[in-house]
């Protein structure tokens, strides 16, 4: 009898969930806000005149890669690919070779960090999960980690899973640590939409800098996968000839993405709302809920990280009681192997009925976790 790998079982758990038609998705960060008409009328009218049938421009439709720098508000140049998870490892197969050096903060997430290593980089993470930091990396700890091996330093801002932001100066900060040892500073901006004062790295430093960015968390096109790379033009021609997307992202999901920026301010608006008042009902429900804590308030992103080390539970038996319900929710050990045992993470770009209804389980569910001691390998 054949054993199946870690890969199958994975594939097989999240495949049982998306047959759940009903399921309450609350652990990946995506937005299941009802997509706005005229992101899906680009998308059909793609369909209907039949774009799909060709293959988009290799660095992505100039329109959208205009649109996206545009957006960012930088100067610079964009390599479209499909989803920010391939643009970022398009970067890494550029700019990380055997021996070098691969900084970054845990947690974080962790799949640049995966590609480093696969390129044969040392990958050194610097703990940030606790209130003595503000559970945010900062400039002298960096400072005494980096040296001439380090090619990329990676930054999510805000931070998943913990919802922390930067400021304009510590940005700046990372910036000249990066330059003093050779380095780049990788600025991942999936969640800047939701941080109001957020700043792009490369507005502070076009060279130096280089940001990644991508649909799935703001404008709910995680399934169509779409996302870029922006930076120097030189640094994205270089990106170039090492990228996997040389018959360019879907075409589809680059329409998608067309309309969803023309649409952003009025679309965001609306987004943010049911965002924070979200995370204000999870707030209220976590608070009447013993041993559980916000780690940080307030979350500048889509998600709240909660811990669970005082309720006498694992992140485990909460996850998988709130899956037997049909909600998916995420252990912290996705995250961080290290800090992971002590939270999970709920995403909040949903409609408000859903958060309801995590809110309404919570008790029953602490009360069904406690009694759990059969929990099935969770990813």
Same mark, same amino acid.
């Given at each position: &009898?054949?054993?199946?790998? @870690? ?7 999240? @495949? ?9 998705? &609350? ?33 992505? #439709? ?39 050096t691969f900084v970054t903060s845990d947690p974080s997430w962790k799949w640049p960090g995966l590609f480093a290593t ?10 940030i999960f606790g209130p003595e930091t503000g559970y945010k990396l900062t400039p002298g700890v960096l400072a005494a ?78 399934? &169509? ?47 943010? =709302? ?28 889509? #998600? ?16 998988? =009681? ?37 809110? @309404?389980?919570?008790?029953?569910? &602490? ?11 969770? #990813?």
């Amino acid at each position: &009898m054949i054993q199946d790998s @870690d890969a199958e079982i994975r594939n097989r758990y999240f @495949d049982t969930l998306f047959a759940d038609e009903k399921l309450i998705w &609350m652990g990946q960060n995506t937005n299941h806000i009802p997509t706005h008409p005229a992101v899906t009328q680009a998308m059909t009218a793609s369909i209907a005149k039949g774009e799909f049938n060709a293959y988009a421009p290799p660095l992505g #439709f100039e329109s959208l890669r205009a649109a996206i720098v545009e957006d960012l508000g930088v100067t610079g140049r964009a390599l479209v690919a499909e989803g920010g998870v391939n643009a970022l490892a398009t970067l890494v197969r550029t700019k990380v070779r055997a021996g070098d050096t691969f900084v970054t903060s845990d947690p974080s997430w962790k799949w640049p960090g995966l590609f480093a290593t696969q390129q044969g980089a040392e990958v050194i993470e610097l703990p940030i999960f606790g209130p003595e930091t503000g559970y945010k990396l900062t400039p002298g700890v960096l400072a005494a980690n980096v040296d001439e091996r380090c090619a990329l330093i990676y930054l999510v801002d805000p931070n998943n899973p913990l919802g922390t932001t930067y400021r304009a100066d510590e940005l700046a900060q990372f910036i000249e640590i990066a330059k003093s040892v050779g380095a780049l500073l990788v600025h991942d901006c999936t969640y800047r939409d939701y941080a109001p004062d957020h700043v792009p790295a490369l507005r502070i430093d076009p060279v130096n800098a280089v940001c990644s960015v991508s649909f799935s968390k703001w404008l709910g096109l995680a399934g &169509m996968r779409v996302g870029a790379l922006v930076g120097s033009p030189e640094l994205i021609d270089e990106c170039a000839g090492f990228s996997s997307s040389i018959l360019g992202a879907g075409v589809v999901a680059q329409r998608g993405a067309e309309a969803g920026l023309r649409v952003k301010p009025e679309w965001m608006q609306t987004v943010r =709302a049911i965002n924070t008042g979200n995370q204000q009902l999870i707030r209220e429900a976590v608070a009447a809920a013993d041993g559980l804590e916000l780690l940080v308030w307030p979350s500048f992103a889509n #998600f709240l990280c909660i811990g669970t080390e005082a309720a006498g539970i694992t992140p485990e038996q909460l996850v998988e =009681a709130y899956r037997q319900e049909g909600v998916m929710i995420r252990q912290g050990k996705y995250h961080t192997a290290q800090f992971g045992g002590g939270f999970i993470k709920v995403s909040t770009t949903v409609p408000e009925p859903w958060a309801r209804r995590f809110c @309404d389980l919570l008790p029953e569910m &602490m009360n069904k976790a406690r009694g759990l001691t059969d929990v099935p390998a969770l #990813f």
